[in-house]
């Protein structure tokens, strides 16, 4: 494996945040295809035979707007590309995708596939329905690597092992970044949800070291209208008054069609990634539209850095049907991140002479050995490194970007990585 722990060394702390550099190279992404191969969909009749290793990814589609049928469009997409290219050390692996359907009795009905599919992990799914699905994995034993993030389950099983923060990473570093961007007060427009409560405290926990007000903005999770929304966020569109978005992307779309009407000219806006992505940017009119210069937290670096080539070579070449696959979705960024993990695993099994299986993968994950994938700093699921938190210890990965929309491309506003975990825990920034 190509190591790059050195790339990820931190600078010396400036200020109140803690930042990581950014690597500049997908080396790790590169060498996916030499490692994984074969790709099929279905349940029970495709499970592998012989020396075959099986993986599952699933995800909603045909529901409306938790649809996310790129992840598991992607995951297909591997299989095919890595079919031509050997194998996992002799033995093909074959990637199975199940539609999640968007509710509890899909979720559990595709666990229990990949169970009688005898998969070894599942890897990169999205799903808000982890109280149906986990349970079932974790009576086989079965692995979730990089799930989206959607559920506590995905944070607090045992056999959990999430690639990214989550919502409460994203909204917690999108405090950080209004803080630093000057803002007075904060309006959060989220969803009117238990899951869009606990949002308030995160961000509260950001925001309460430098005394900026906080105002709760409760909306439906789904409207074609959010005009009085918008204007309750907006308020008097005083200097300093900013609103940031954590609903989904297209009640985020709607959201700012109504924001772009009120057309404030004072207020700032800002949202955390999966609530905007690059192709909102686009639908929403680019730098002339209401996201011009807006703010944006992110789990990763922005599409157009380098880090991604390796998941943009895949995706051109892909011939699986696999057309929408949009690498600047997030859910497609995390499938990428958590088969990145799960190569890079496998890889150190094979080098230490053991057989890949669930109960070896769980072995060395917990271990507490830093994962590096390059794209995100290093992973590491041993006890140590555990959230000191009794609903999301598995949340291991506290770091976020800080991207800004400029010349209608969302980019980098500073280098590097900040970290987080203050405000997951309710203590106060770095000094």
């Given at each position: 494996m190509t190591s790059r722990r050195d790339s990820f060394q931190a600078r010396p702390p400036s200020g109140r945040r803690r930042r990581r550099p950014i690597a500049a190279a997908a080396t790790a992404a590169a060498l996916l295809p030499t490692l994984l191969s074969a790709s099929a969909c279905g349940g029970p009749a495709d499970a592998a035979g012989g020396d075959d290793l099986a993986v599952m990814t699933w995800a909603p589609s045909g529901t409306g707007t938790a649809d996310r049928p790129g992840m598991t469009a992607l995951a297909s997409a591997i299989g095919q590309d890595v079919n031509t290219k050997g194998g996992l050390n002799g033995r093909?692996?074959?990637?199975?995708?199940?539609?999640?359907?968007?509710?509890?009795?899909?979720?559990?009905?595709?666990?229990?596939?990949?169970?009688?599919?005898?998969?070894?992990?599942?890897?990169?799914?999205?799903?808000?329905?982890?109280?149906?699905?986990?349970?079932?994995?974790?009576?086989?034993?079965?692995?979730?690597?990089?799930?989206?993030?959607?559920?506590?389950?995905?944070?607090?099983?045992?056999?959990?092992?999430?690639?990214?923060?989550?919502?409460?990473?994203?909204?917690?570093?999108?405090?950080?970044?209004?803080?630093?961007?000057?803002?007075?007060?904060?309006a959060l427009v989220r969803p009117d949800t238990p899951a869009g409560d606990n949002l308030l405290g995160y961000l509260g926990n950001a925001l309460r070291p430098a005394g900026i007000r906080l105002q709760d903005v409760k909306a439906p999770e789904q409207s074609s209208d959010y005009t009085?929304?918008?204007?309750?966020?907006?308020?008097?569109?005083?200097?300093?008054?900013?609103?940031?978005?954590?609903?989904?992307?297209?009640?985020?779309?709607?959201?700012?069609?109504?924001?772009?009407?009120?057309?404030?000219?004072?207020?700032?806006?800002?949202?955390v990634i999966g609530s905007v992505q690059q192709s909102v940017v686009d639908s929403t009119g680019g730098d002339t539209g209401p996201l011009g210069g807006a703010y944006?937290?992110?789990?990763?670096?922005?599409?157009?850095?380098?880090?991604?080539?390796?998941?943009?070579?895949?995706?051109?070449?892909?011939?699986?049907?696999?057309?929408?696959?949009?690498?600047?979705d997030p859910g497609v960024q995390t499938t990428w991140v958590a088969y990145e993990v799960f190569r890079t695993v496998t890889q150190k099994l094979s080098e230490a002479g053991k057989p890949v299986t669930s109960k070896s993968i769980t072995g060395l994950l917990d271990a507490g050995e830093g994962i590096d994938t390059g794209i995100t700093p290093p992973l590491n699921w041993g006890g140590t490194n555990m959230l000191p938190s009794t609903e999301s210890p598995r949340l291991v990965n506290t770091w976020v970007t800080y991207q800004v929309v400029k010349n209608g491309r969302m980019t980098l506003q500073q280098p590097g990585f900040v970290d987080v975990r203050w405000a997951l825990t309710g203590g106060r920034p770095p000094a």
């Amino acid at each position: 494996m190509t190591s790059r722990r050195d790339s990820f060394q931190a600078r010396p702390p400036s200020g109140r945040r803690r930042r990581r550099p950014i690597a500049a190279a997908a080396t790790a992404a590169a060498l996916l295809p030499t490692l994984l191969s074969a790709s099929a969909c279905g349940g029970p009749a495709d499970a592998a035979g012989g020396d075959d290793l099986a993986v599952m990814t699933w995800a909603p589609s045909g529901t409306g707007t938790a649809d996310r049928p790129g992840m598991t469009a992607l995951a297909s997409a591997i299989g095919q590309d890595v079919n031509t290219k050997g194998g996992l050390n002799g033995r093909r692996l074959r990637v199975l995708t199940c539609n999640e359907r968007n509710s509890a009795d899909g979720a559990r009905a595709c666990a229990q596939q990949a169970v009688d599919a005898k998969v070894i992990a599942v890897i990169g799914s999205y799903s808000q329905w982890g109280e149906a699905f986990m349970p079932v994995l974790e009576r086989a034993g079965i692995p979730l690597i990089g799930g989206y993030g959607l559920s506590q389950p995905e944070f607090s099983s045992p056999l959990s092992y999430p690639v990214d923060g989550g919502m409460p990473a994203l909204i917690a570093g999108n405090g950080r970044q209004l803080v630093e961007a000057g803002c007075k007060t904060v309006a959060l427009v989220r969803p009117d949800t238990p899951a869009g409560d606990n949002l308030l405290g995160y961000l509260g926990n950001a925001l309460r070291p430098a005394g900026i007000r906080l105002q709760d903005v409760k909306a439906p999770e789904q409207s074609s209208d959010y005009t009085q929304v918008a204007r309750k966020a907006i308020g008097k569109d005083e200097a300093g008054n900013c609103v940031t978005s954590a609903l989904a992307a297209l009640p985020t779309g709607n959201l700012l069609d109504s924001y772009r009407r009120l057309n404030p000219k004072n207020t700032r806006i800002a949202s955390v990634i999966g609530s905007v992505q690059q192709s909102v940017v686009d639908s929403t009119g680019g730098d002339t539209g209401p996201l011009g210069g807006a703010y944006v937290t992110s789990w990763y670096p922005p599409e157009s850095a380098k880090i991604w080539d390796g998941l943009r070579a895949v995706v051109r070449a892909d011939t699986t049907g696999g057309n929408t696959i949009d690498v600047s979705d997030p859910g497609v960024q995390t499938t990428w991140v958590a088969y990145e993990v799960f190569r890079t695993v496998t890889q150190k099994l094979s080098e230490a002479g053991k057989p890949v299986t669930s109960k070896s993968i769980t072995g060395l994950l917990d271990a507490g050995e830093g994962i590096d994938t390059g794209i995100t700093p290093p992973l590491n699921w041993g006890g140590t490194n555990m959230l000191p938190s009794t609903e999301s210890p598995r949340l291991v990965n506290t770091w976020v970007t800080y991207q800004v929309v400029k010349n209608g491309r969302m980019t980098l506003q500073q280098p590097g990585f900040v970290d987080v975990r203050w405000a997951l825990t309710g203590g106060r920034p770095p000094a």
